[in-house]
């Protein structure tokens, strides 16, 4: 069985960093009056026991928490062409080999390429391409309640990086605030007139390519210091210099694994995307956060080296491609408090991948148990406990440019959700923007008076535990509906119903040549 190590620290309000996160809450009575106005219906109307849905909005950068660094925070043009934003990153180097390099005892100091030879050495470990090194310097438990923690903490020094990259390593990861020493340490030597001493790894990816993950968390729980795989995929922000990362360490993988090709069935978070929800991305370019800066560090602008951009984001947590815990639904499920989407266990968001095309029917009518029976029969399966089953219905291909992408698609009935629960499925996916039909569909059904099809699905979740993938894209790109992967591990967002997920399907490939983990 896949053994998950959560290697991520939890996004919170108030969190020991140096500047803050906004994670505003919406309780279920509010999303109900919201639902009301929206609908033009009163509440006592709405068939939902006077409560509807958790809902949060965050604003934070896409540089806190555990996060990715994409080659646009380091520089616009890197090694003579164009710097990738992290929505344009190839995703099959963030899934690989890890190593995890043991430096826990030293304080605040810096590691040489001196200090990784002879870890290494001890190690009797010879990297290899691809793999990606993590520096455990002690830090992740700090993050809850030592406000010190932006002066503590070792960090690499530019020769270290040149001497990974110089090897086949293209992407490092670390439990401290940054790869670099603690800023306070920088800045120091800055004004001590050591210009060399200030962000050198950051230097040196914006003259090479290269990334890296900050403020991890939970490393020594990694049970080997080698033979394990890493997960590093970021929340797809368009156009962002970064973004948070439900880093992973991964064990016992399936044997069909060792080599896959990875799609990618995430859809974006984006400025003024044809979702009901609002995002704002605003993105600060090198000159900007160079007069930011000077301006900390009380020098010219001259002074300052310009590197790449840095991104404020606003954004609900259902945007682009997301996860609805059982939290999201109610207070409580079966009778116990609700699961939020940080206490979501990670094997619910690994498993076999079963994709159902319900796109001929009718958008109006609910996608029930006859018919699911009839997509597997189709396709000659039957489901097992542990798959996740994605529907296909027709609406991601209306995600990009299309006003109505919210009330297109289909949603599955009550008896079509509880036939999948039923056979030990905890993961439904689906192209469209509810899991439940369109709104307006269930809004006119309503209107006639039938009250049970107004959001069965959602009222099923406060009954039967489970989670929803909701708003996936590129399902066409799968091909065979079956002998897939699918790996989507939430953002984790204390206490929220609702958690950002980079989605992606693993497809087992025959023959020669190296997989992601492939060893």
């Not at 100091?109 to 200090?115: N, V, W």
């Not at 290494?120 to 990297?127: K, N, S």
């Not at 439900?246 to 995430?266: H, Q, W």
């Not at 309503?446 to 996936?472: D, M, N, Y």
Request: proline share 6%; glycine share 12%; aromatic share 6%.
């Amino acid at each position: 069985m896949t053994e998950f190590y959560d290697l991520s620290s939890t996004i919170r309000n108030e969190p020991m960093e140096r500047a803050p996160v906004h994670i505003v809450t919406s309780d279920y009575r509010a999303t109900l009056r919201e639902l009301s106005r929206s609908l033009g219906m009163p509440v006592s109307e709405l068939p939902l026991d006077g409560l509807f849905a958790a809902d949060e909005c965050a604003t934070l950068s896409s540089h806190f928490g555990t996060h990715l660094d994409a080659p646009t925070h380091y520089g616009d043009v890197i090694e003579g062409v164009p710097a990738e934003s992290v929505d344009e990153m190839a995703l099959e180097p963030l899934l690989t080999h890890g190593v995890k390099v043991d430096f826990s005892d030293r304080g605040v100091s810096l590691i040489t390429e001196e200090d990784l030879a002879g870890a290494l050495r001890r190690m009797d470990y010879d990297l290899r391409a691809g793999d990606l090194v993590i520096t455990h310097v002690g830090m992740g438990d700090r993050y809850d309640d030592d406000p010190g923690i932006a002066l503590l903490g070792a960090g690499m020094s530019g020769a270290a990086v040149e001497w990974l990259l110089d090897r086949g390593v293209g992407i490092t990861a670390t439990d401290s605030m940054t790869a670099d020493m603690p800023i306070p340490w920088m800045e120091e030597r800055f004004r001590a007139g050591d210009r060399d001493a200030y962000f050198p790894v950051h230097t040196v990816g914006g003259r090479r390519r290269y990334v890296h993950v900050e403020k991890a968390r939970g490393l020594e729980r990694l049970p080997v210091a080698i033979g394990f795989g890493v997960s590093a995929l970021p929340i797809k922000l368009e156009g962002a210099s970064g973004a948070w990362t439900r880093f992973c360490g991964l064990r016992a993988l399936p044997a069909a694994l060792e080599r896959a090709v990875i799609v990618d069935l995430s859809q974006p978070i984006r400025n003024v995307s044809m979702e009901p929800q609002v995002s704002v991305i605003e993105s600060h370019g090198r000159e900007r956060r160079r007069r930011q800066w000077a301006k900390h560090l009380g020098v010219p602008v001259g002074e300052v080296a310009a590197r790449g951009s840095w991104d404020l984001v606003t954004a609900s947590t259902r945007a682009g491609t997301h996860i609805e815990a059982p939290l999201r639904f109610g207070p409580s499920c079966a009778g116990q408090d609700a699961r939020p989407i940080d206490e979501v266990p990670l094997d619910w968001c690994f498993g076999p991948g079963v994709l159902l095309d319900v796109r001929g029917g009718a958008g109006e009518a609910g996608i029930d148990e006859a018919e699911i029976d009839r997509a597997l029969e189709r396709i000659g399966h039957r489901l097992s406990p542990g798959e996740i089953v994605i529907l296909r219905t027709g609406a991601g291909e209306r995600f990009d440019g299309d006003p109505g992408f919210a009330a297109a698609g289909r949603g599955l009935t009550r008896g079509g959700l509880l036939s999948l629960l039923r056979r030990g499925v905890t993961m439904v996916g689906t192209d469209a923007e509810l899991l439940d039909r369109p709104l307006p569909a269930m809004a006119a059904d309503l209107r006639r008076g039938e009250h049970e099809s107004f959001f069965p699905v959602h009222r099923l979740a406060r009954q039967i535990e489970h989670c929803q993938l909701l708003k996936l894209g590129n399902l066409g790109a799968l091909g065979d509906p079956t002998g897939f992967f699918v790996w989507a591990p939430p953002i984790k967002l204390e206490h929220a119903g609702s958690g950002w997920a980079r989605a992606i399907a693993l497809i087992p490939r025959q023959g020669a040549g190296s997989g992601w983990r492939s060893r």
